[in-house]
């Protein structure tokens, strides 16, 4: 939620240097990262049914490339927004192929190894929407609708196009969106690979939210977000991306899949936040200027099917400052 106050860059609990590394990788318009640790035994924690402590972080969304930009602080009289709340915890991938993609240093460690079944277990950070902010975005959504899954390859889509529409769409700019995408393992070999989601969008402008095999990597292209990009001096156009690594898990007798790609996304208005398998999250901005610019499609774009699960939508996000005048 947009808001003009500032936030601390300091916290009475601070998780592991590691993990406040890994923490803000991934989008360099964070800043002011703070949290606290929650124990198990706070109201909160109970409230939630939650039997473990846990660290909760927030962060500060800078939308001015820290103050060089000439937008948006002199045409709307303020900057920066606050993250959506975040857990941390160390996070486990399990049943890993114990293989050349798990051997190398990253933002993973292998932790145990399983000799006869040729797996391993992997530690890595675990960043996901706090429980409490998942509870109400579902519950207190004003619409939801679900997309069906679907199987998509370049040949079931028109030679001009990479886009296949919903059959419906949000009315407006707050929702939270969650689907899943499945790769086969040829996707590997296929550097043209690219498949997701493109959001905010209407005739004159949309984002696109995708996965890429060339670079293991989970892309916002801001392109075309914005109509008003080439008159308004500032708006950022850029690129935003982070590397997620997609692991091959085993399925039983000898075989294995490659790891399925679990997206949410949470629509703010011009904030946009991608979760993605409980550990990677980017935050940005999209600053999209038609009403209708609300319409999502499926976007697939290589030479191999992709597999979208049921894609639900909740729309109608709630008042982060509900006693603000």
């Known amino acids: 939620m947009p808001c003009s106050q500032g936030v601390s860059g300091h916290s009475q609990s601070r998780p592991p240097l590691v993990l406040r590394h890994l923490l803000i990788a991934y989008t360099p318009d ?96 675990k960043q996901t929407i706090a429980r409490e902010v998942r509870f109400i975005f579902v519950n207190n959504a004003t619409t939801l ?47 043209d690979v690219r498949a997701g989601l493109r959001i905010l969008s209407s005739e004159y402008e949309s984002t696109l939210v995708y996965y890429q095999w060339s670079n293991e990597s989970i ?16 708006i950022l156009t ?16 000898g075989s294995s899949s490659v790891e399925t790609l679990n997206l949410t996304i949470v629509v703010d208005n011009s904030v946009v936040e991608v979760y993605a398998n409980d550990r990677f999250v980017l935050s940005t901005w999209i600053w999209s200027w038609y009403d209708e610019s609300t319409q999502i499609s499926f976007f697939h774009e290589g030479s191999t099917e992709v597999k979208f699960g049921a894609t639900q939508v909740h729309e109608g996000l709630v008042d982060a400052w509900p006693a603000r005048p």
């Open 30 to 125: 964070l800043s002011a990262a703070a949290g606290k640790l929650l124990p198990a035994n706070s109201s909160a924690s109970r409230s939630s049914n939650t039997t473990s402590d846990r660290f909760i972080s927030y962060l500060w969304l800078t939308n001015d490339n820290f103050g060089t930009s000439a937008f948006p602080v002199v045409q709307q009289g303020w900057n920066s927004a606050l993250t959506t709340a975040r857990e941390l915890a160390r996070g486990t991938i399990s049943n890993v192929v114990d293989d050349e993609l798990v051997n190398e240093t990253a933002s993973w460690r292998v932790v145990s190894r399983d000799e006869s079944a040729g797996t391993v277990e992997l530690a890595t950070l």
């Open 145 to 191: 609708f679900t997309e069906p899954m679907r199987s998509i390859s370049a040949s079931a889509l028109n030679a001009s196009a990479s886009d296949l529409s919903f059959g419906q769409s949000p009315a407006s700019k707050f929702f939270m969106l969650t689907t899943t995408i499945a790769f086969p393992a040829s996707a590997r070999n296929s550097s």
């Open 219 to 234: 892309v916002v292209d801001r392109s075309g977000s914005s109509a008003v990009a080439e008159t308004t001096p500032g």
């Open 238 to 253: 850029n690129n935003e991306a982070g590397k997620l690594r997609l692991f091959n898990i085993a399925a039983g007798s």
